[in-house]
């Protein structure tokens, strides 16, 4: 038996593949069921670094700083959506806006500038 270490893991893989790799609905479930979507951080980067949502739902952002050895957060200014995680930590926080395009970065003093940021889009 494998243990739930390994599991989160495999689990947290599947799910960054799955959101790089999709087609329409990229990111939340198309179906718009408010599905989670995770973001990987790393210094100092996103990944993915867009997302697409469905507009005006509540989806759960997951954001896995389990690689990372300090400090990230998700923040999208228009939405007052602030997701801190510490390193080696994951994190859960919900998102919903109307339909648009918003940008999203790390908060953390100097992420941002060293590129830290991405794009989500609800639709």
Do not use: W
């Amino acid at each position: 038996m494998k243990s739930n270490g390994y599991l989160v893991a495999v689990c947290t893989a599947v799910a960054l593949i799955a959101s790089a790799c999709g087609g329409a609905g990229d990111g939340a479930d198309a179906g718009g069921d408010g599905a989670d979507d995770t973001v990987q951080t790393t210094e100092y980067q996103f990944q993915p670094s867009s997302l697409s949502i469905p507009a005006d739902t509540p989806v759960t952002i997951e954001v896995d700083n389990s690689r990372g050895v300090i400090e990230h957060d998700f923040t999208i200014d228009e939405a007052d959506v602030h997701i801190h995680a510490d390193p080696g930590k994951t994190t859960r926080g919900v998102v919903s806006v109307p339909a648009g395009t918003y940008t999203f970065y790390c908060s953390v003093p100097g992420h941002r500038e060293q590129g830290m940021e991405g794009e989500l889009t609800a639709g």
